[in-house]
């Protein structure tokens, strides 16, 4: 006859000084206590519940990586790694209200599970995150992935993720090795030394989204001054070139991602860069007398338009060609002397490589 033996944590604060260890058939109670911890735990049964209790990852000294492991599924309500030590996870481990990465990095092995079903988004730093897969179950909207490998920081967010229900389960993790892409036309050479690799795990809805792939570590890649686009490879091994806009140190994906990738990484473009002068004298010298828009005849499908302050349109046209001299006729009639002097905003339009993108410029008219 196997014994139970009943642990309860009921303290606010429970600090631990080496490794918790859980013998099988041992049931814990964590309560809302909050457990920090300087060793890791050791799960061996079946009846630990920590689903309101908060874990701290927080070692400040030992031999990196301190292993947290379990044998059996584990549910922890708000965990947080502020550790001057790395940890390793191994076994399934469930977060159901917070996920925080303060300091100090986790590592998941190849055959664990780290799932994360709560609400608020997760963040992380090149100080703290993931070095493995997270799977983020459930969300809609936005989601973050603070991943990263040996290198340093690499996190993934989706954008738009609108049909999300509570039984979709997605999953990223950066890895060094991945499929050959094939290079489509436009597309001139990709980052082989780091991919990102995507699980959906989904036994619920999910048809897509918009991916944003951390620009970190990618200055020498682009070094010569190309410009970047995002590179997916689905269930059949076909490349798709998503395209891609800069933000916030992300490459943000100009298509909807699919919902049955396997792999993304970053290429290189000879995409054209569109220069907007800032300045308008129309003061008759052929000196900045008219609009000009540096690589405007490459993207001959464009359109460009001029407004005030106020937003109210003074000028538009389709297949805008740069013509510096005011007196030819291709300038259409448009009298840039009409211009009151102070600030307007230019938005040109184009399509390239099948992708609708913008350009948006406040220019100035002097006299």
């Given amino acids: 006859m196997k014994l139970a033996f009943t642990f309860i944590i009921s303290l606010v604060a429970f600090v631990a000084g080496a490794q918790i260890s859980i013998s099988p058939n041992t049931v814990v109670e964590g309560g809302s206590s909050t457990i920090v911890l300087s060793g890791g735990i050791a799960n061996r049964s079946d009846k630990t519940n920590l689903g309101g209790a908060t874990v701290v990852l927080g070692a400040t000294t030992g031999t990196p990586p301190i ?6 599924a584990i549910s922890i309500g708000k965990l947080e790694i502020n550790s001057n030590v790395d940890y390793s996870l191994s ?33 992380g730093s090149s100080n703290s995150y993931i070095l493995g897969t997270l799977f983020v179950q459930g969300n809609a909207g936005l989601r973050t992935f603070p991943i990263g490998d040996a290198k340093g920081y690499a996190p ?48 619920g809805s999910y048809s897509g989204s918009q991916v944003w792939l951390s620009s970190n570590d990618t200055e020498t890649f682009f070094s010569d001054g190309k410009s970047a686009t995002v590179l997916e490879n689905d269930a059949t091994g076909t490349t798709n070139d998503l395209g891609a806009s800069t933000t916030s140190g992300y490459f943000a994906s100009n298509k909807l ?19 907007v002068h800032k300045l308008i ?87």
């Fill in 67 to 72: 292993s947290t492991n379990t044998t059996n």
């Fill in 91 to 123: 076994g399934l481990w469930i977060i159901n209200q917070d996920l925080k990465f303060t300091l100090g990095k986790l590592v998941t092995a190849p055959s664990s599970k780290l799932v994360y079903t709560g609400t608020a988004d997760i963040s």
């Fill in 156 to 203: 993934v967010v989706l954008q738009q993720v609108a049909d999300a229900d509570k039984n979709t389960e997605l999953g990223f993790g950066v890895v060094s090795a991945g499929p050959a892409f094939t290079l489509g036309s436009g597309v001139l050479d990709y980052l082989k030394d780091r991919f990102w690799q995507f699980t959906n795990g989904s036994t």
């Fill in 257 to 275: 991602a699919s919902s049955s990738a396997r792999f993304y990484a970053i290429g290189k473009t000879d995409e054209i860069t569109l220069k």
């Fill in 281 to 367: 004298t129309p003061d008759g010298d052929t000196k900045n007398d008219v609009l000009f828009v540096e690589g405007i005849d490459s993207v001959p499908e464009n359109e460009v338009t001029i407004l005030d302050r106020w937003g109210v349109q003074f000028y538009k046209k389709k297949n805008f060609v740069n013509y510096p001299d005011a007196s030819l006729p291709q300038q259409e009639g448009v009298d840039y002397s009409k211009l009151a002097i102070g600030n307007y905003v230019v938005v040109v339009q184009y399509n390239e490589r099948g992708t609708t993108k913008s350009v948006k410029q406040m220019i100035t008219v002097l006299k």
